[in-house]
């Protein structure tokens, strides 16, 4: 049974998933004039290298065509989201698939140097 945050927060996405069926999420999406929908995503850990390159380059129309449902594409140009509305957005779908941007399960250092002297 999962007892911290991290293992409710990945237990939730696992079972919202399952749920779904369709590998996607259903995450807020804050429109511009504050309205808040529910869209259907992709997880943040599903997201493919076109998409990151969409987003990094500032196309946020390409962005959110790789990795929205496409029937919730218009959904987002009619809420014509702000850059807040986007990061709260990036941040909810990172969570529901079970990771925190920013944050990496990458190997860590080891205690030992490895230059051979």
Do not use: C
């Not at 919202?16 to 259907?40: C, S």
Request: charged share 30%.
């Amino acid at each position: 049974m999962p007892t911290t945050k991290k293992e409710l927060d990945a237990a939730a996405a696992q079972e919202a998933e399952a749920e779904a069926g369709d590998g996607y999420v259903t995450v807020p999406l804050a429109g511009f004039d504050g309205v808040t929908k529910d869209v259907r995503t992709l997880p943040a850990t599903r997201w493919r290298a076109s998409a990151i390159r969409a987003l990094n380059q500032g196309d946020m129309d390409g962005f959110f065509e790789r990795v929205l449902h496409e029937d919730d594409y218009e959904l987002y140009e009619e809420l014509d989201p702000t850059a807040e509305g986007i990061g709260h957005f990036a941040e909810a779908a990172s969570r529901a698939g079970g990771d925190d941007l920013g944050k990496s399960s990458g190997s860590s250092r080891s205690g030992r140097s490895t230059r051979r002297r």
